[in-house]
């Protein structure tokens, strides 16, 4: 490695979501800190706002889905890229890059090779064979890698239990958010007013708010389920999602599917936005109950602006949330649950107001995104330090 040039880093994502939502603040991070900085990742609606906050963006399709030809070509793509050039460390994030990007990365001679495990991929319903296809996968990313951060706990346990990687090269990273940017003391009353009326919640309505991609697998079914019975109890209650539908997933989610559980009057959504900070504080509560996640953002972002969370007894979910100290765990695929813990907050606004003061102090302390960045940057430099080149 040259002395007089700026170390070059590369992070891999599929999509240009991923990179705008969960790595920016990263990438921009690591730039302030000196790195030359660049990131691959699907052409969509982000890419030219990456580029104009300052990363340099190569676009190459990696679709999600197993595609043979597109993710051969994906793979020669990516190491000509990383042969071209001549990265110091190349950083993948969710499982298609995971493989694709560090096979890649190994080929042109990467020498130091990093993986993110945002959440492992197989949930609990999936069948055993896709169960065991998708750890296959993970064992062959593992055998790429000189070190793979894990954002939660449980996931250190199960790749350390089906042998997915050497225990010595799984870190636990964790998880942050911009705790200055989800302070909702930034917000005037005056102002989340004016973004009620914006977003069309009458002013003596109640919101139940949620967060995500538009697939069932984020649990929407069974919100919807629940909130027709919140309804009966408290009608003049809104449901507010914001979140991009996801039309490539097989449990891509429809929008009218609202009209099933006749809760489409009083149902907003809001698509894909940019505003969760200021569309947090809006909510009486927030809802999360998705089948599988890593560790959710979502989840630490409302806790940090003080709104009480009801979520699936999930990994990284219960990594966030303590049981009726820092918000309500429900179990999974339960809407009855859910209307229950929703009509028992809104009529135990006390025990709400409590959860959720008890929640930002556990934020405050535990998920600043300085820490993670700290901690990824302290990896590249004892990795660059102590990482022999590997073999062309």
Known sequence: MENNRKIKICHVASADITVRFLLLSQLKFLKQQGYDVYAVCSEGKWTDFIRNEGIKLKTIELKRKISPFSDLLALFELFVYFKKEKFDIVHTHTPKPGLLGQMAASFAGVPVIINTVHGLYFGNKFSKAKKNFYIFT????????????????EDISTMTEKKIAKPEIIKYLGNGIDLQKFDR?????????????????PDDYKVVGAVGRLVEEKGYLELFSAFKEVLKVFPKTILMIAGPEDLIKKDALDKNAVKNYGIEKNTIFLGERGDID??????????????????????????????PVISTNIRGCREAIDDKKTGILVPIDNPDEIAKQIIFLFNNPKTAQELAENAYVKTMENFNENSVFAKIKEEYQKLLCHHQPKNT
């Open 278 to 307: 200021e569309l947090l504080p809006l909510m009486d509560i927030f809802v999360l109950a998705s089948h599988r996640e890593g560790f959710p953002r979502t989840i630490i972002e409302a806790m940090a602006e003080r709104v």
């Open 185 to 201: 003391k930034r917000f005037s009353q005056d102002f989340l007013n004016k973004k009620k009326n914006e977003v069309r919640i």
């Open 138 to 153: 993970e064992k062959v990313s593992g055998k790429f890698s000189d070190l793979i951060f894990s954002q939660n706990k």
